[in-house]
């Protein structure tokens, strides 16, 4: 895989950007579809921009006692993280970087995220933020095992950490097929990751916006910025994991790699309306006693074939 320094980096924050407010205002025509509102598809795809340019120019909101170094620097976190874990993200046959421990490096920077938001919901001095902080924090816990072993899984079947070692590996055989476990963990891990659809309980309208609910203008404006980053993100990994990378008839492999990570981000969005917002408690059984035994049995099936 051909790696990238210079001129990758800088390209690749403006790369995101741009998927994320097409998945923005994709999300935006469904929603008034959904809500089979008069209004013109142009009209709601303009909504994110409308939105952007109200935060841009809205007043950064202070609270009494407040940590600011604490609290700005979550907020900016959040987005760095994502950007920081795109990295190893590998376009068709090209990645900005493609170290020996790409998996590691993914997962690190998605703990970084975890520190982010616990941090930004703490620095408000504000009980509703830190709610949604400590909620993301136990949600953390709940998926942080099945997502580990669900990239251990694949780095097993592949024999490398390195990602694009990974997307070799399925020169013939996507691991999506013999390890279907692991990919359907890691699109649940990957929406709880970024907090997302059934995962928004940090974000929960029970605490007028959790983490967000202090934050206004420009710092509500980056945070959640952060969060498409990071569900842009989640799905982008999901091809080099388990659906070949950018392997594919026709079309060229950074076409093909596009068209894939549009497909997961799709059902990402999909799931956020068609699922209920789970309760914690319920989704640590669920984690615990469900998907964590299920990754553990997947990763040693993988383990027996490769050892064979």
């Known amino acids: 895989m051909t790696e990238g320094t210079g001129w990758a980096v800088l390209v690749l924050p403006l790369a995101l950007t741009a998927f994320a407010l097409l998945a923005l205002a994709a999300d935006a025509v469904v929603e008034v579809r959904v ?12 909504d994110p921009w409308r939105e952007v340019a109200r935060l841009l120019v809205g007043q950064r909101r202070t609270t009494v006692a407040a940590d600011g170094v604490l609290w700005r620097s979550g907020v900016v976190t959040v987005p760095l993280a994502a950007l920081l874990a795109a990295l190893v993200l590998p376009l068709g046959g090209f990645a900005a970087a493609d170290p020996g421990v790409g998996i590691v490096w993914f997962n690190a920077m998605e703990i970084l995220g975890w520190a982010a938001l616990w941090t930004a919901g703490w620095g408000p001095n504000s009980p509703l933020s830190l709610i949604g902080g400590y909620r993301f924090v136990a949600q953390g816990m709940c998926y942080e095992l099945p997502h580990m072993f669900a990239l251990i899984t694949a780095a097993t079947g592949a024999g490398t950490l390195r990602v694009g070692g990974i997307v070799d590996a399925q020169a013939e055989l996507w691991f999506v097929v013999w390890m279907p476990v692991g990919f359907v963990v890691y699109l649940i891990s990957a929406a709880a990751m970024a907090f997302w659809g059934p995962f928004d309980a940090p974000l929960g309208r029970d605490l007028s916006g959790g983490v967000v609910a202090e934050l206004s203008g420009v710092d509500r404006l980056v945070l959640l910025t952060g969060r498409w980053l990071l569900v842009v993100v989640a799905a982008g990994m999901a091809v080099p994991l388990f659906l070949g990378g950018g392997r594919g008839p026709l079309l060229p ?11 997961v981000l799709t059902f990402l969005l999909w799931s956020r309306r068609r699922f209920p917002t789970v309760r914690m408690e319920r989704f640590t059984e669920v984690s615990w006693l469900v998907l964590l035994p299920l990754t553990i049995l997947q990763a040693l099936i993988v383990a027996l074939v490769v050892l064979v």
Request: charged content about 15%; cysteine-free.
């Open 35 to 46: 809500a089979h509102a008069r209004r013109s598809v142009a009209a709601a795809a303009a």
């Open 253 to 263: 492999a950074w076409l093909w790699t596009l068209v894939k990570t549009a497909l």
